[in-house]
């Protein structure tokens, strides 16, 4: 009996009751599932093995280091901290997904890095060309996801801020459009196109053999064989916001009329793209025609149509001479563009919107265009003051960049400039959307303050 006792003081298993465990919504596709509270074995706190409990039941178990469970480490459930550790799986099929879709589900904690990126799990071949995908964590301290053959790598959140505790990050690559949503928002997306390989995952690094160790936590790691739904990928969202308490999506609903989507095309036989974008809010792309090559259009405007089709009262204009670039093709949105010192455009393009509400804050999510490293600076008047001269011009990387907290003027205007950056940028189109008011009527704020409706505020998502 003393020496059953003392067996047990040494190596602990630790497998959290049924209490502990939340069944996903989405389990169509599941071919991964980690949850630190269900499923971990250590030996004291230092973690031997993690269950995988999606129907592939491929393990990982520790491959380097010791990975630390610590209980409660984020809204009284457990996490998996990791420094220069990893665990790996044994399956080397289950993520040799070739052309096919995946989406992935990360709830994390990030701390600062310096050096090369770390990669919080990856599926990475551990031999040239390193075919896989992977989440990592670059030396800014940017959360990214990548799907790579040699290196054909994804843009990263231009926003991620390390220490800032736990939150949600989702990636997908869906018919070659690859997608990155931190807490339910859509923080950065590009052209995905190439095949890719896989190997058995590893956590804690890019593949078996990495080095590139990641610092953090991780409490819960979803993944895929498939691009969920714009419905399915908000349900994952929400359940895994709502179970970690992490912090809700800044865009709670947004309506068709305050969503407007424009792709830039060079006149031809282009075709406007629809149904496809960083938003997922309705399927219409207004077409905003310039001039192909070596013809320009000067000063070319447009009215808007909300993502519903229907007519908005807004309008795009440049205040210049540009020319744009025509795909030839069938349109993805970054297909088309205009350019940005090169083919007779001015060396910086002024443009303006009109008809917003006055005063009221929008977020707006640039594409750049789709040949590698031909992006762009841009200066947005956030603060409705109508001046630029106190802004700081952010770029649009190859995958695009979201621009948040944009307040209209008061004649209802956000005025803006595509810079010349001294080489070819290409500017290849804009989602905007209004952030609706978080300021409910009176006697909602009332039983929001007595709690009766706390949770159903929890549950407020995007459409």
Known sequence: ???????????VIVLFASANTFALPVNSGLIYHLDAGNGVTAAGSNVTSWSDLSPTGDTATTNAGSPQLVLNAVNGLPAVEFTNDRLAGADANVF???AGDVSWFAVVRVDPVSGNPNRIFGTLQNSGPFDGFAADVTPAGQVGTFFRTNSNQIGSDPDTAVGAGFNVFAGSRETGLASLLRNGDVVNNR???AAFAGDAISIGTERTGGGE???????????YNRALSAAETDEVNTFLSEKYATPEASITENAPQDVWNVDINGTGNALVKSGQGAFDSGGFWNDFRVNHHAGTSTNPSAGLLDSAGGASGVTFSIQGTI???NNGGPD???ADYLFINAGNADANIDWTIDGLIAGENYEMFLHAGAIGGRDFNILVDTNGDGSLADEIAVNVGFGGRLVTDIIASGSGSIIGQALNDGAEGNWAGFELRRVPSAVPEPTTALLLLTGTLGMAARRRRKA
């Open 1 to 11: 009996m003393i020496h059953s006792h003392l067996f047990k003081l040494a190596c």
């Open 96 to 98: 040799d997904l070739g």
């Open 191 to 193: 052209i995905s196109p």
């Open 213 to 223: 160790f990641f610092e953090g936590a991780i409490a819960e790691l979803v993944i």
């Open 323 to 325: 020319s744009g670039f």
């Open 332 to 334: 993805a949105i970054t």
